[in-house]
């Protein structure tokens, strides 16, 4: 008897839907492509669309056993075996979401090999990838997404994006049927990306469309999240003044109404591949019915959920939404359960800090932010929990060439993570790198807490912990790290920290400071209202690259570098100013 095993069976699947998405970008080009997308779509509108958007690729995601396997399945797609890849992180985080899986359990590669047009025109087949090895517990997964296609899409360039060309775009995409469903700007390859779902009554079987637009285009990009239903007029600088200000008003709304979402456990409840009835989630979490659909309308304005009609007002969870689920990886629900919550109520005494330079949160509850949570243990567990949801700001940090250097050292190095909170950062070092060695100084509970997190990861046996302030920075390390510690502090603080550092250093040690920083043209930053939330909660601030070079030279310190991280943050590589030695004669 013989049998097939399911890696067999997915390979050669995969292999004919990859051959199938070659073939399409090969015989496809704008003009014929975007009425399949967009049905009844004609005359200026599809003339309007297709001089502004060029067909750049199609993009799919297949389930090889191996590295190996998907080389084979390329050259006989008469696409390029030796195609480069590199790790996939938005569709492993993705993937991560809707299966509930680490995303450490998910090796997603991204590989474009490149199609010529009927006419020579340069495409791409976007291929994401997961390792499936067989008879593993994967298998589910790549049932699923071959079943669903949630990752296949269409991606059109736009050539020469201006502000009034992309609203035009997106205005007539609404105009057929397609609905906003995320994007973002990528600051490392300086384009925004504007993602849509076709309508259901399109006739070329990928039912999302991705739009691509070279640099940065954030009005564009807000405008479109802020609207994901595609039914709302978009707000812009043409917009009535009275209508603006009347929208930057109700912001405080959309605070309380995420954070609602997540106190209520309304995203553990919701699922991003179908929707739920209103009642049925009423049911679920004990809410009103009328209640819980009249906030979820708001919600679908902001898009964390989608609203569907069919058979029955329903609300589908969107992947920006999914982030508030307690199981998410990196979840961000105690960011909305922090700024709802504690922050949310101290910002009421933000004309006291403006007056007086002093936080709103000191005169609100008569003590310090750090002495208010240090008395109350939940407070203080969820304020730690905020604080590593903001971990994907560390990413790339274990890749920076100061930890990558440690890590090849010819003797164990030590990384020395300086208030580390729960040990979150730490932890990514470390696993990146099994030979290097922590220390973490922390406050005692939050030791207590980073124990149990680099224990569950495998690199408690390989880590030291000190209980204490930042006087006891413990000396001897090759690389020190102070994330998001130095904006809770005036410059005469952040002095003495960094003259502590700097005493604990050895000569050849680096220190790798992370920080959001205020851009020196007023360009749009997170580092803005940051710089008022550190104003009104903890009395501390945002600095431009030069402030921080200049309270690193009062420590001893020289700023060699620095290099952006996600969320607008950036990672300033400081070294000690070396020592001058005897003249020679």
Not at 27 to 56: K, N, V
Request: net charge negative.
């Amino acid at each position: 008897m013989t049998m097939t095993f399911p890696d067999e069976t997915m390979l050669l699947d995969d292999t004919a839907r990859l051959r199938a998405a070659a073939a399409f970008v090969r015989e496809h080009d704008s003009a014929a492509l975007l009425p399949l997308l967009l049905p009844g779509i004609g005359g200026p509108d599809l003339r309007a669309l297709a001089g502004h958007c060029r067909f750049a690729h199609a993009g799919m995601l297949v389930f090889p056993p191996d590295e190996e396997s998907l080389r084979a399945q390329l050259a006989e797609c008469g696409l390029a075996e030796d195609t480069p890849s590199h790790p996939s992180v938005v569709v492993r985080g993705r993937l991560a979401r809707r299966h509930r899986r680490d995303p450490a359990d998910l090796d997603v590669r991204i590989l474009r090999p490149q199609v010529r047009g009927a006419a020579g025109e340069r495409r791409a087949v976007e291929v994401f990838a997961l390792t499936v090895p067989p008879h593993s517990d994967l298998e589910p997964i790549a049932a699923h997404e071959r079943a669903r296609g949630h990752e296949e899409h269409l991606a059109f360039e736009i050539d020469r994006p201006d502000p009034l060309v992309l609203r035009g775009l997106r205005a007539v995409l609404a105009r057929y049927g397609a609905r906003p469903d995320g994007g973002g700007h990528n600051p490392h390859e300086d384009g925004t990306v504007l993602y849509f779902t076709a309508p259901a009554e399109a006739a070329c079987g990928y039912r999302r469309l991705e739009l691509y637009a070279p640099g940065d285009h954030r009005d564009a990009l807000a405008a479109h999240l802020d609207h994901p239903d595609g039914h709302s007029r978009p707000r812009t600088a043409a917009s009535p003044p009275a209508e603006t200000l009347l929208h930057l008003l109700t912001g405080a709304w959309a605070t309380q109404a995420l954070a609602s979402f997540a106190r209520l456990h309304l995203p553990d409840a919701m699922d991003t591949r179908s929707a739920r009835r209103t009642e049925d989630l009423a049911r679920l979490t004990a809410t009103h019915p009328r209640g819980l659909a009249t906030l979820l309308r708001y919600l679908a304005t902001l898009g964390a959920v989608t609203r569907e009609e069919e058979p029955g007002e329903g609300f589908r969870l969107t992947e920006l939404g999914a982030l508030l689920r307690a199981d998410a990886p990196a979840s961000m629900r105690p960011l909305a359960l922090m700024y709802g919550g504690p922050f949310y109520r101290s910002f009421g005494e933000l004309d006291h800090a403006v007056r007086t330079g002093r936080p709103g949160f000191d005169h609100l509850h008569g003590e310090s932010h750090f002495d208010h949570f240090a008395r109350d243990p939940e407070l203080a567990d969820l304020f730690d929990r905020s604080m590593a949801a903001g971990s994907r700001m560390f990413g790339p940090l274990p890749a920076h060439p100061a930890v990558t250097a440690a890590a090849q050292a010819p003797s164990s190095a030590t990384v020395v993570d300086v208030a580390g909170g729960n040990g979150e950062l730490l932890r990514q070092v470390l696993t990146a790198h099994p030979g290097l060695r922590g220390v973490l100084l922390e406050r005692p509970h939050a030791v207590a807490a980073a124990r149990r997190l680099l224990d569950a990861a495998g690199c408690g046996a390989r880590c030291d912990y000190r209980a204490g302030d930042f006087a006891d920075v413990p000396p001897g390390g090759d690389v020190y790290l102070l994330a998001r510690v130095l904006h809770d502090w005036d410059d005469d603080r952040c002095r003495e920290i960094l003259g502590h550092c700097a005493r604990a250093m050895p000569d050849h040690a680096d220190l790798l400071i992370v920080e959001r920083l205020l851009p020196a043209d007023g360009s749009p930053s997170l580092a803005t209202p940051w710089d008022l939330h550190m104003l009104c909660n903890v009395g501390g601030l945002e600095r431009r690259a030069g402030h921080y070079a200049r309270l690193l030279a009062d420590a001893g310190l020289h700023l060699h570098g620095r290099s952006p991280l996600p969320l607008d943050a950036y990672v300033l590589h400081a070294r000690k100013n070396p020592v001058p030695g005897p003249q020679q004669p």
